[in-house]
């Protein structure tokens, strides 16, 4: 099984500001590697699949990068309403998520 | 647009038996891998298992394999998640959800449902 890591477990930040998340993987899961978001209460949104694809609708603030091992979410100017939970999910082998990453207001 | 209406969430005994469906509606069901993933209270994502737009090829978790059955009736346009011998463990709310490109596999998750709450308790 794919072991995916993501860090940091809490990202505490102000709006405008720059949030970067990672995701680890195990092993290699090429560009197998989706990102979604999940406010209190909600269902999950997907945010970038193929490592680097955005969603239909997702807003250009959201950007995804990496192949492999090593991945990064970025949201270039965090809006109010990006404060959530972050997830990452691979499908190289089988289908497992991330423990995610919680960006909470500084 | 796209709706994913899960039902069937209760509150059942440990050992007990429960079953999922959901109602899909929006697109074109029977070309698309559908997926269940849970979430304990509190906790994060899991994935626990997946099925073919045809039914034809299964997968599972294996914290749920063996125990849990994954079907699909492209007729109705129905989801499943036939659950037996449920453990307090198996507490979560329970999301249909649906592949966003592949009618075999699982690739990113592109549609969710809202969720329905299983507890498991005496």
């Known amino acids: 099984e794919i072991v995916l890591t993501q860090s940091p477990a809490t990202l505490s930040l102000s709006p405008g500001e720059r949030a970067t998340l990672s995701c680890r993987a195990s092993q290699t899961v090429d560009s197998f590697l989706a990102w979604y978001q999940q406010k209190p209460g909600q269902a999950p949104r997907l945010l970038i699949y193929g490592a680097s694809n955005r969603a239909t609708g997702i807003p250009a603030r959201f950007s995804g990068s990496g192949s492999g091992t090593d991945f990064t979410l970025t949201i270039s100017s965090l809006e109010p309403e990006d404060f959530a939970v972050y997830y990452c999910?691979?499908?190289?082998?089988?289908?497992?998520f991330g423990p995610g990453t919680k960006v909470d207001v500084k | 647009e796209v709706q994913l209406v899960e039902s069937g969430g209760d509150l059942v005994q440990p050992g007990g038996s429960l079953r999922l469906s959901c109602a899909a509606s929006g697109f074109i069901f029977s070309t698309f891998a559908m997926s269940w993933v849970r979430q304990a209270p509190g906790k994060g994502l899991e994935w626990v298992a997946a099925?073919?737009?045809?039914?034809?090829?299964?997968s599972y978790a294996d914290s749920v394999k063996g125990r849990f059955t994954i079907s699909r009736d492209n007729s109705k346009n129905t989801l499943f998640l036939e659950m037996n011998s449920l453990r307090a463990e198996d507490t979560a709310v329970y999301y249909c959800?649906?592949?966003?490109?592949?009618?075999?596999?699982?690739?990113?998750?592109?549609?969710w449902g809202q969720g329905t709450l299983v507890t498991v308790s005496s």
């Open positions: 099925i073919s737009n045809r039914g034809t090829i299964i």
């Open positions: 999910q691979q499908r190289a082998n089988g289908v497992t």
């Open positions: 959800a649906k592949d966003g490109r592949s009618a075999v596999a699982i690739y990113f998750l592109d549609q």
